[in-house]
């Protein structure tokens, strides 16, 4: 059970990342448009934020700091600020649509409006970074998102034609009645939704927080080998249960209860409940750690205390930056803003702001003052290299798709 | 508890031949300060804007330099210990200690120079 919880880390920063409320609504509106013709950039972007968390994973264990405290010292206050205002920016809009999706999600099972329930959700959020232990938080959120599961299972349920599933998924398929500059939109906002900076922020604040040595190493390497491709598979099944669903009879996907239409049709009432409850979960989860990010990006930038380890005493303006953004964040809410678009504009800048997170890491982690004896290997600084250029054309690509697809339309 | 802006040294007069065995000069304080925008910008604050921690402080030098004192005493925590008290102390379970999970957290340091 214990190795079972291990890796709990590893499984709420994906879920956080991959499963938030907006990437499960992109998730189904790619399924619904483009059925699973877009499932090897979930496949890519796996690939990419495991070699990227695990190289700040390791870097947390080896050398006892966050990666973003290393970033500042070693490349200097200009190029970490501006990460840090792109990375802030990021986690600010995100955790406010995080708090808007709980409250979504709260309004689907209680028929209460949901911006009744944003001060709700935006307390509670609180009350846990406050009170709860990092472990336990990790363990519960992590563990009860898993109900996501329930994509899956309905996924077989519905009794898909897995050729035709698979015939889909093979790249260069027609994208169909789509245009090619949507469904390249798609395609970066799902890259960018996979590697999100603030995941490989927490996944080493949290590691810092467990406090991983150089002897947890294994463990760190399991946590992101377990976690993310687990959330890149629930991706995949809410892409495929809309792509078996709702492609064919052409519904549009623009709110949350069509993310669970397939769900109900396979599973009934049971597996809906579940799946409300990962949902639930997820979204809190991922409000939990943008907002914690936010936090450790601020604090470790500016040499604050920092840590749910300390008492809140200990950490004060760590805690003060955390009950600001929350603040800021039921404010935006309540006018009326709709909480899954802010997270699909936000997925986009993520993309602009990834070679800004990922270049500094590599370099990081490639240092041997730091690191000692456990830098890069060649094979993985090739494959960080080549995910570079990657990167970098998802980021240059990202607002000019933006702006040539009105944001997908 | 604070980033190392920037270092006095002991006096090392300016302009004038000095003798050969002058003794080299010494880190007397370690100052921290409002310098964000003046490392992205240039210039530095003026040194009646920066904390000083004096030298004897120190306990250790590594990747991050540790104190030998109680962090609190020290002028470079103040907006810390303001917020402390003025803010967050005074929510409830504020000064609540969550069980230390493990014991080999940093604490009480100074991070090296950015």
Known sequence: ?409 | MAVVDDLELSDVPVGQQIPIDTPPPVITALLSGPVLATRIFGGRPPDSRMQRTPWAAVAEVGVVIKLAVDQDTRDAAWTERWVRDNVIGRIPGGRHVPEQEQDDHPQNEERGRS
């Open chain 1, 1 to 409: 059970m214990k190795r079972v919880l291990g890796v709990a880390l590893g499984i709420l920063t994906a879920i956080g990342g991959f499963l938030d409320i907006g990437d499960m609504v992109t998730n189904a509106v790619v399924g619904s448009r483009f059925g699973l013709s877009l499932a090897w950039v979930v496949v890519v972007g796996v690939i990419g934020i495991c070699v990227f968390a695990q190289m700040s994973g390791r870097v947390a264990a080896v050398s006892g700091r966050a990666t973003f405290e290393l970033i500042r010292e070693r490349l200097g206050p200009r190029v970490a600020v501006l990460n840090l205002g792109a990375s802030f920016m990021i986690n600010l809009m995100t955790l406010t649509a995080e708090i808007g999706g709980v409250a979504l999600a709260l309004q689907l099972v209680s028929s209460v409006s949901y911006l009744l329930w944003v001060p709700f959700a935006a307390l509670a959020v609180w009350l846990v970074i406050w009170r709860v232990k990092f472990s336990v938080m990790e363990n519960v959120a992590g563990l009860v998102g898993l109900c996501l599961i329930g994509f899956a299972v309905a996924l077989f349920l519905l009794n898909p034609d897995w050729s035709e599933l698979g015939r889909q998924a093979v790249p260069g398929a027609s994208t169909g009645t789509e245009k090619v500059s949507t469904y390249w939109f798609y395609a970066v906002a799902l890259f960018g939704a996979a590697m999100t900076p603030y995941e490989v922020f927490f996944f080493s604040s949290g590691a810092v927080e467990e406090g991983w040595t150089v002897k947890d190493l294994a463990r760190s390497r399991a946590n992101v080998l377990v976690g993310f491709p687990l959330g890149g598979l629930l991706s995949l099944a809410i892409a495929g249960c809309a792509a078996v669903v709702l492609l064919p009879q052409f519904i549009s996907v623009t709110a949350l209860s069509q993310v669970m239409l397939p769900v109900a049709m396979a599973g009934g009432k049971v597996l809906l409940a579940l799946i409300i409850v990962g949902i639930v979960a997820a979204t809190a989860g991922a409000a939990l750690e943008t907002t914690l990010s936010a936090g450790y990006t601020i604090a470790q930038f500016l040499g604050w205390p920092w840590g749910k380890f300390r008492p809140p005493a200990q950490a004060a303006r760590f805690h003060l930056l955390m009950i600001i953004c929350l603040i800021v964040g039921i404010g935006t809410l309540m006018t009326g803003v709709d909480p899954i678009q802010v997270t699909e504009i936000s997925v986009v800048f993520s993309a602009v702001a990834l070679p800004l997170t990922y270049l500094p890491i590599l370099i990081v982690a490639n240092d041997p003052e730091y690191m000692g004896e456990h830098v890069n290997g060649q094979a993985l600084n090739g494959t960080a290299l080549i995910y570079l250029v990657i990167i970098l054309a998802a980021a240059l690509a990202a607002i000019p798709l933006l702006i040539i697809t009105g944001a997908g339309r």
